[in-house]
């Protein structure tokens, strides 16, 4: 079997962009940096209470013959922040208040943010799936 995963951030007040496109948002080659500020600057006139996003991720569990079995989906809600905050993560961790948090995942600690992260909850979708794969059958 192969596992795949995909994940991007969703912002309402730009219609869901960057979304797939995270990872290129800013231009081929583009840094997380350049990345957060073309964020920034595209949110700069939505005030703070509008700028509602989630990352969402999914992973993809295939055969060898290129079925998918199972696709598992995490989603996280939260804010963009007005400014990057933290030295933690990767990507767009520094602007991303999740839901019921003050700090942005750049500021959380790595144990807690994979617990509520979308990656951390498409993983235990998915675990949850390959561990079915293994559990002894009642007649075998």
Do not use: W
Not at 3 to 13: F, I, M, N, Q
Not at 56 to 85: F, H, K, Q, Y
Not at 90 to 97: A, H, Q
């Amino acid at each position: 079997m192969t596992l795949a995963d995909d994940s991007g951030l969703e912002v309402d007040a730009l219609g869901g962009a960057p979304g797939v496109l995270s990872a290129r948002y800013a231009g081929d080659g583009a840094s997380d940096a350049e990345r957060v500020n073309k964020l920034l600057a595209e949110l700069s006139r939505v005030k703070s209470s509008e700028r509602t996003a989630r990352f969402v991720s999914v992973i993809a569990i295939a055969n060898r013959e290129g079925v998918i079995l199972n696709l598992s989906t995490g989603a996280c809600e939260g804010l963009i922040a007005d400014a990057p905050c933290g030295v933690n993560g990767f990507g767009y961790d520094p602007v991303f208040i999740p839901q019921g948090f003050e700090q942005t995942f750049a500021e959380l600690p790595a144990t807690l943010k994979n617990r509520i992260s979308h990656r951390g909850k498409a993983l235990q979708a998915a675990t949850d799936f390959l561990r079915c794969l293994t559990v002894s059958s009642p007649a075998g």
